[in-house]
């Protein structure tokens, strides 16, 4: 069977703390992008969203920036809490192909 | 609304017998997708329907996988005959139109022996 999975990298935070989770997507030309939160066991959890002619939106405790010139996507995420444990994937989207592209997942480890 | 709902949540199965999957999107929403999750490759798109109609499967592995989605309320994923490889946990997402986000269901778990 097989033995060597993928390797999620892990952000470890202490409790109240900000995190920041960040992604570089592949392609230029997607134009909507997506954080969702993986639980264990559970399916994937839209978290907040933003699209390609803006750089910055705000949640409650989130925010994402977008950051097109180098590819780069980052999710912020204030107050840290044991909640927010969990799997955090970017994707993103080509709204003319709809090609959805998953990033692989950072997993977020909060300490208390 | 309940969600996008998923039918087994878990699944254990002998090489070479049928599975299938269920899937009920939300109401209302166009889009399905049918998601495999596996620790080797993450998360990987395999089909996905706009208004009942197969538009990319490009993603499906082989001629063992197969869906359909018969009505806007009802998918399903198959895999004859199942292999041990085919172990991990499929998921199925639905949305309202191409821009808007994918809400997940909960999965299926599979566990071919």
């Known amino acids: 069977g097989e033995s060597v999975g993928l390797h999620l990298p892990t952000l470890s935070v202490q409790e109240g703390d900000n995190s920041i989770i960040n992604c570089a997507y592949s392609n230029s030309a997607s134009d909507y992008f997506i954080w969702y939160k993986q639980e264990s066991g559970k399916g994937p959890q839209f978290i907040i969203d933003i699209r390609s002619n803006m750089d910055k939106r705000q949640g409650q405790r989130v925010t994402v920036l977008l950051n097109k010139t180098v590819k780069h996507l980052s999710l912020q995420i204030a107050a840290t809490q044991p909640g927010d444990s969990a799997v955090y994937f970017c994707a993103e989207i080509n709204s003319g192909t709809y090609k959805y592209i998953f990033g692989t997942g950072t997993r977020l480890k909060v300490l208390a | 609304d309940a969600g996008v709902i998923q039918s087994p949540r878990h699944e254990v199965t002998e090489m070479g017998q049928e599975v299938t999957l269920r899937c009920k999107p939300i109401s209302g929403h166009d889009y399905l997708f049918w998601y495999r999750q596996t620790m080797m490759r993450g998360l990987e798109l395999l089909i996905y329907?706009?208004?009942?109609?197969?538009?990319?499967d490009s993603g499906m592995p082989e001629d063992r996988f197969s869906a359909k989605m018969p009505n806007a309320s009802f998918s399903t994923l198959k895999i004859q005959p199942s292999e041990p490889r085919d172990s991990a946990v499929y998921f199925c997402?639905?949305?309202?139109?191409?821009?808007?986000?994918?809400?997940f269901g909960p999965g299926t778990r599979l566990l071919v022996l």
């Open positions: 329907f706009n208004n009942n109609v197969p538009i990319d």
């Open positions: 997402a639905s949305s309202g139109d191409s821009q808007e986000t994918q809400y």
